[in-house]
């Protein structure tokens, strides 16, 4: 059994590796902002940090444990609107700050939940891969690199960098939940003439991976890039989230120059942007590595979304 630290651990991804840790055996303390949302939670112990970006001393939480998980951020959907500085000042200087506890506080391995985004957002046919050279492309991005490398500037810490693409699952924000508020209402999209390529990670395989990892710590830092298996269309995802709340998704094609010219005047050039392009990843380092086999389930983790989001009175619906 295994003393691990999670921070955020009321969040998305915290949730999801709480409890994949405890199902394990492990022995979970989870780190929390305040007291709001800690019902259910799969922890052994609690502590309440306050603001991260606060700087907390969280040396006594950590000492004595074997591995820190770090998931505590502003999330890509949650830094709109939000200042380069703010965003940098959570997710970069906060980070930085708890890496250097974790090293003081002799851990063996500090976990950071990345993103994908700390390499780019977009790839042209080539997938991106443990070794690709980064490229971010928003504050967000440039943050979760920036984050990465302060982590690796720190002598004597071990660290795991994980970056994931698009994460679904229970709890999920963002422009999935926006897709499951679509398709529930049944609203049509104009995307069926789009054949780009995009791979997701439900949180349940991100949280299998991050227990993995935990139970095979490295003597030296790595990095690790993973995906569910399946790569789809943005036109097969909004047809496999309609089908995972029973409904039939409504596609009608628009050309993609009609597209981004109303995604410019609307504002929503990101979602749209998303919608049109392609980001492929090469995780095979990743499994051969850590001999990590989940079978493909996009199926399976749409329908745990699902029925997570229905008896919610599916947030956002009215």
Same mark, same amino acid.
């Given at each position: 059994?295994?003393? +691990? ?11 999801? +590796? ?50 820190? +998980? ?9 830094? $709109? ?8 000042a959570v997710n ?12 003081? !506080? ?40 920036? %984050? ?22 229970p709890h999920v ?10 398709? %529930? ?35 030296? !830092? ?14 097969g995802l909004y ?25 410019? +005047? ?22 051969? $590595? ?29």
């Amino acid at each position: 059994m295994l003393r +691990v630290v999670v921070t955020g651990a009321n969040g998305f991804v915290g949730r999801a +590796v709480t409890a994949a840790l405890t199902a394990r055996g492990h022995q979970v303390v989870g780190c929390v902002r305040d007291q709001k949302s800690v019902t259910g939670l799969d922890c052994n112990d609690v502590v309440y940090t306050g603001p991260l970006e606060h700087g907390p001393d969280l040396a006594a939480a950590f000492t004595g444990a074997d591995a820190v +998980v770090h998931t505590a951020n502003w999330s890509g959907a949650a830094t $709109r609107g939000l200042t380069p500085g703010y965003i940098d000042a959570v997710n970069v200087g906060a980070t930085a700050k708890l890496g250097q506890t974790a090293m003081q !506080s002799g851990v063996g391995q500090f976990l950071f939940v990345s993103s994908i985004k700390a390499v780019g957002d977009r790839t042209d046919n080539v997938p991106f891969h443990a070794a690709s050279v980064p490229a971010p492309a928003d504050p967000y991005g440039r943050s979760k690199l920036a %984050a990465e490398g302060a982590l690796l500037a720190i002598p004597g810490l071990r660290a795991t960098l994980i970056r994931p693409p698009l994460l679904y699952g229970p709890h999920v924000k963002g422009s999935m939940l926006m897709l499951y508020n679509l398709a %529930a209402r049944g609203v049509p999209l104009p995307v069926s003439c789009i054949a780009n390529r995009r791979d997701l990670l439900s949180v349940r395989l991100l949280a299998d991976l991050i227990a993995t990892c935990v139970e095979q710590p490295s003597h030296s !830092s790595r990095t690790f890039l993973a995906r569910d298996g399946e790569t789809v269309s943005s036109a097969g995802l909004y047809q496999r989230v309609a089908a995972s709340l029973g409904k039939n998704a409504r596609l009608f094609p628009l050309p993609p120059s009609v597209l981004r010219f109303a995604g410019a +005047v609307t504002g929503r050039q990101v979602m749209v942007d998303s919608l049109l392009s392609s980001l492929e990843i090469d995780d095979r380092e990743t499994r051969e $590595r850590l001999n990590w086999a989940p079978p493909a389930s996009m199926d399976k983790d749409l329908r745990a979304t699902a029925e997570w989001y229905l008896p919610d009175s599916s947030p956002g619906l009215s």
